[in-house]
């Protein structure tokens, strides 16, 4: 019988002193694990280094809630600010110089109180605001992020095609189509507010098409709905809320019943189809035009992809100085709430889990003392069989790391099933998950760790054993 398989009988013979050990061990060790793998991926998913833009421009007030609110969909839109200033952006503008990519967009609505919708215009995937969808460079159309290589990554259609800037048309993210589930052809109604027991969803009465679905972007571009810009403006409400805010900022004040607070939608219908709404045309080719007027139009923010350098930073100071728009770099916002709310507690977490797998090399060098104890004379036989000391140390402390190793590598397994429903929970409300598969080499270091303190806590048994003196042991009880 060799060394392997007299530890293995050992183990056998007191199973559930065993099993209980190395439960410690892999509740430790997976705990540890855990947190090593959801702080790595915090970094990539909340700390990601490049958006594809470097500036975000909106309603001046927190920063942080406006980079949520734009990239993760979380939290509420900060305010809006006037469409004039994505002019500025563009050539011949004030910010001409320093801009070299601008991208408007809206939020505020849903489809089933679920997936956010976003107003954009066609430029954001690559076809000019036009009938005819001309292709724009690749220079000049924004990515959604950025590859290690510094490449851009941009959005690519699995199926159909990108919405007529002036068509009540829809693109939408590969798990909206998923989990909706939607498909070409599909319609749907924006929603305002989530319904409850008492109050029904506000539904708005415009009816979108989807006319193209985006490959998987993993992150959550995935959750979007994406729809015309200008189609945002025809929903009644939003018109008249544009039109009293404008009223509300030149100091008029609205009248009770007045078309001033107005939020529904009269139609008119010619004789050959064409529809008057009350912010808005719809012709019998289902195209529409917008009547509201241009002045009053309010966006959420602005995506820009600068020309780097000092023009970044000139075009932050020029915004950031003024009154009531501002400038972050989205990916500076994230890294500095890593930094300061989630990397502490990180450490503090792991702190703790690496104390739980300190109690459990604790409880391998109890259990496996008793069981020395016990075992005393099986040991003297042993030695009087021809076993020396050096044999007794290699087989305690074999098996105390045995005992480490299999229930690290179930922690192992254990910590990355944890991460793989965080992911799904994150996927479910935030669109963008993690890479729960991926093994990094901390975890293997820390894997190393637990086996050689898990070896050193079989040494005081061992030692015991070691000392053991034969002959007085020998004798029958």
């Known amino acids: 019988m060799n060394i392997f398989q007299l530890v293995f009988k ?12 190395l439960l410690s061990v892999m509740l430790g060790t997976a705990l540890a694990l855990a947190i090593l793998v959801l702080a790595r991926e915090s970094n990539d998913f909340l700390g990601q280094r490049a958006f594809g833009y470097d500036s975000l421009i909106g309603k001046k007030g927190s920063r942080v809630q406006l980079v949520l609110n734009t990239i993760y969909h979380l939290d509420v839109s900060p305010g809006n600010i006037p469409f004039s200033i994505y002019g500025e952006m563009l050539k011949g503008g004030p910010y001409a110089s320093e801009v070299k990519i601008a991208v408007p967009f809206v939020v505020g609505d849903t489809v089933n109180g679920k997936f956010p919708i976003m107003g954009t215009p066609c430029t954001l995937f690559g076809v000019a605001d036009n009938k005819q969808q001309t292709p724009i460079p690749a220079d000049q159309v924004l990515g959604y992020a950025q590859n290690f290589d510094g ?7 699995a199926q159909g095609h990108v919405f007529q800037f002036n068509k009540f048309e829809a693109v939408i993210g590969s798990d909206v189509a998923r989990l909706g589930p939607y498909r070409l052809g599909d319609t749907f109604q924006a929603t305002h507010t989530v319904g409850t027991a008492n109050t029904p969803p506000e539904v ?18 995935d959750r979007t709905v994406y729809i015309p810009l200008m189609s945002f403006y025809t929903i009644a409400a939003h018109g008249a809320a544009l039109i009293a805010q404008s009223r509300l900022e030149n100091g008029q004040l609205p009248s009770t019943g007045s078309q001033f607070n107005a939020s529904y939608d009269s139609v008119k219908i010619d004789r050959d189809g064409t529809e008057h709404h009350t912010d808005y045309i719809l012709y019998p080719d289902k195209t529409f035009h917008l009547t509201i007027d241009p002045s009053v139009l309010l966006i959420s923010g602005i995506m820009v992809q600068s020309r780097g350098g000092v023009a970044l930073q000139r075009l932050q100071y020029f915004l950031n100085n003024g009154p009531d728009v501002m400038d972050v770099n989205p990916a500076g916002e994230m890294r500095a709430l890593l930094d300061t709310f989630l990397r502490p507690s990180q450490v503090t977490l792991l702190i703790i889990a690496s104390l739980v797998s300190i109690v459990a090399a604790i409880g391998i060098l109890v259990s496996i003392y008793n069981s020395v104890s016990a075992r005393i004379r099986e040991i003297a036989i042993l030695r009087a069989l021809g076993a020396t000391r050096r044999t007794i140390l290699t087989l305690i402390c074999l098996e105390a790391s045995l005992i480490g190793l299999f229930g690290g590598l179930i922690g192992l397994v254990l910590a990355h099933a944890a991460c793989a429903f965080a992911s799904y929970l994150l996927n479910l409300y935030v669109g ?6 991926r093994v990094d080499w901390t975890e293997g270091v820390y894997l190393v760790a637990v086996v050689i ?4 806590a079989g040494l005081v048994p061992a030692m015991k054993a070691y000392w053991t003196p034969v002959a007085n042991n020998l004798v029958a009880v």
């Open 204 to 221: 708005h009465p415009q009816i979108w098409k989807v006319v193209g679905i985006l490959k998987p972007t993993h992150t959550a571009a």
């Open 151 to 157: 490449t851009e990554k941009y959005f690519e259609l």
């Open 453 to 456: 303190v898990s070896a050193l």
């Open 10 to 21: 050992q183990m056998r013979q007191r199973a559930l002193g065993t099993w209980l050990t």
């Open 432 to 437: 963008q998950g993690i890479d729960w598969l």
